[in-house]
Every structure is written in C-alpha cells, then in structure tokens.
C-alpha cells in the first residue's frame, strides 16, 4: 500500500512521473478549488505531505534515499504552488511550470531540502519548490491588480481598468 501510494498509484514507475504526477494533481486541485470551501485546499495538502513523510519513510529502506518512483512529493508541491491563490486555468498552468522549473533545477537551497532524513528530505524540497512558485504567483497576482489586469477563467487576461 505505502509503494502505491508513493507512487500515486503508479505514476512514479512510468518516465516523467514527476512532471505526469504534478499535471495530474491540476485537476484535483480544480475539483477541490469548486468546492468554495477557502481552507479545501491547505487542509488537503498537509494531509498528502504528511501522508509523504509517512510512506517515503516507509518505501526509502527497499527504493533508496528519493526514488524516481515516488512522487508524492510532487503532488504536495504542486498544491503548495497554488495555495491561497484565485481560482483560474491561467495561474494553474503558470503554477505548474513554475513548480517543475524550481523543482528541476533546484535553486535557492532546494537541493538542500533533500539532505534532510528520510521522508522528510523527499517531501520537503518540493515543498520549497512549490513555496517559491507561489510566491511568483501571488507577485503576478498583485501586479495584476496594480495594473488592472486580472487572471481570468481561461487561458487569458481580463483587462478590468
């Protein structure tokens, strides 16, 4: 169960699991954004990254220290990337390039995330990762409103001034 999970239910075994797991977290985190419920989303996310502590230290002894195979990790970071942001296609397709970008490259202490024990280590540089898409998400957001352009549902800006 822990392997299934870890992988999401086998994501984590197919070429690009990441980068497949993070695209396939976009329409959960659109269901859950439906919902209307502010608090859906960060609730939902503590729960997958402990979740991930949790079977990243149970899968690490047998898979080694940040199996390609899990990505859990990239689910959490995903959602990360889009908390306590509004709700639109255009900022969750931004999100999800943003998350790859810092999660593959790694800059500004990411790699050092993973030096952390266990579960931990494989879970917490994506949450970084996802940390710093958000944060040029929600800077996009308020020049945004600054200017009079807001995200609207689709793929495009709404000019509102």
Known sequence: ????????LGIGYVKGGGTLAAIVTCPLIWLIWQWHV???LFVATVLVTLIGI?????????WGKDS???????????MVSMLFLPESLYLLLAGLILFRFFD??????IRRMEALPGGTGVMMDDVLAGV???IVLQIAVVL??????????????IHTG
């Open 54 to 62: 949790y079977v990243g230290n149970k899968v690490e002894p047998e």
């Open 38 to 40: 502010y608090a859906a």
């Open 104 to 109: 593959i490259l790694k800059p500004l202490y």
């Open 1 to 8: 169960m822990n392997k299934l999970i870890a992988s999401i």
């Open 144 to 157: 945004g409103k600054l200017t009079g352009y807001l995200f609207g549902p689709g793929f495009s800006m």
């Open 68 to 78: 390609y195979r899990v990505v859990i990790d990239e689910v959490s970071g995903m």
């Open 132 to 134: 710093y898409a958000n």
